[in-house]
């Protein structure tokens, strides 16, 4: 296969990974911004999304997806249990695992978060028809297949 790229002419601003970049923390920077009246941070919000599609249930999974410090994270859980949202759960079966849920202030949150999310991904998205945007999805799972 033909390489993409070449050393002799990589032009850095038009690169794909300095473009994700970009775009990676322009949307963290609204999602920051738009979450706010809510005391939620963008990360915040990453972990309450997680938990509640079941895609992780502990820290260190959720510190897996997220790619994040194991210390952060504790950090991170510890104010979302203070803020009411997350607890964390001993397993009777074995005490040394600590499972995370949302309560029921979590759960009733998620609804108004997602939907502020949601509107900040449509702001990022707009002037794009489904169809790309499943395009763009694909291409991006390709790239995470080829990694």
Known sequence: MTPIYD????????????LMSRVRMALHDTMDQELDPHAITTAQWVVILLLANGVASTSSEICHVMTCDPGAMTRMIDRLERKGFVRRVRSPADRRSVKLELTPEGKAVYPKILAVAIGVLNRFLRGFTKKEVRQMEEFLNRMLANG
Request: charged residues 35%.
């Open 7 to 18: 050393p002799r002419t990589y032009e850095v601003r038009r690169s794909v990974a300095y």
